[in-house]
């Protein structure tokens, strides 16, 4: 699919954690923004200096349940994105682009094992990936583990919309791993980073696919754990959160 500019509007918002939003746009001449689950929208903000900064959100809509273009956004203090995209009103319009992006699920791809891994906004694209996974364990994915990795139980965004998944589909398993939290936890929550739960999977390089998305430290940590473990560069497939320019 051709990457395409547009203007985009802004229709809701709401916070999902004390520092993360979640933005609910269209596209301002109402036309459909097709995506496949796992890509991402580039927004362009004028910067005082003249340039045009560009900045990268994965879709987190769920298809069939929304049209619009849904994002979470981690608020960075003085981050030129974080600062318009916190403070735009619904109504509000700008320039963006996309989809674009390659971390998506192959759909003729016969997996034993899909680890799918995010650390803080990072779990979005998984979210929109959904109803795909639900399609694709019918017949090629054996089982689907989607691992969240945040600080604390407070900070774990879209938390329902997995175990709502989690809970109709045995295939589908969902854990919340909270690097500074170690007690209170429910039965789906595991204290530690969030690669640590490796230990417990007994994946099988050659059978098994990771994704990983999100903090550039977790991807270089699990890649350089799961490549040691014999995993090729094709079977883990990796996003980078970090700002273009
Ligand atoms: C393909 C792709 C998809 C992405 N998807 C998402 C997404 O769905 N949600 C999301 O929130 N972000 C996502 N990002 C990251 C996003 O594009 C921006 O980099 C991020 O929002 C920060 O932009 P900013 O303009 O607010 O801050 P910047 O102006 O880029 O940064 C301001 C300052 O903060 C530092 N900084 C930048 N990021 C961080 C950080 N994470 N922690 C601490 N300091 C930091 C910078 O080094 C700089 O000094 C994605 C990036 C890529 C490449």
């Known amino acids: 699919m051709a990457i ?10 709401k916070m999902l954690t004390d520092s993360i939003k979640h933005l609910v746009f269209k596209k301002a001449d109402n036309s459909a923004f097709n995506f496949t689950p796992g890509q991402f929208v580039t927004f362009l903000f004028d910067h005082e200096d003249g340039k045009v900064r560009r900045r990268s959100y994965s879709v987190a809509t769920i298809p069939g349940k929304s049209d619009h273009i849904e994002i979470a956004i981690s608020y960075i203090d003085g981050g030129i994105a974080s600062e318009n995209l916190f403070n735009m009103k619904p109504g509000d319009k700008f320039n963006a682009m996309g989809p674009a992006g390659r971390l998506v699920l192959k759909e003729d791809e016969k997996i034993r094992k899909l680890v799918l891994v995010g650390t803080g906004t990072g779990i979005a694209p998984y979210r929109a990936m959904l109803p795909q996974l639900e399609r694709l364990c019918k017949e090629n994915i054996e089982e689907v ?3 969240l990795g945040v600080q604390y139980q407070k900070d774990t965004l879209y938390a329902e ?12 398993k969902f854990m919340a791993c909270l690097s500074r939290q170690a007690s209170g936890l429910y039965t789906d929550e595991a204290p530690g980073y969030v690669q640590k739960q ?16 999100g903090n550039p430290d977790m991807i270089d940590d699990a890649f350089e754990q799961l490549t040691k473990a014999g995993f090729d560069t094709k079977s883990v497939r990796r996003e980078k959160y970090i700002s273009s320019n």
Do not use: N, S
Request: hydrophobic share 40%; aromatic share 14%.
């Open 4 to 13: 395409q500019r547009f203007e985009i509007e802004l229709v809701e918002t």
């Open 145 to 147: 583990y989607i691992l």
């Open 161 to 172: 919309d997995f175990r709502a998944y989690a809970k109709t589909h045995p295939k589908i």
């Open 198 to 213: 490796f230990e417990h999977l007994a994946l099988k390089p050659g059978q098994d696919i990771v994704y990983l998305c």
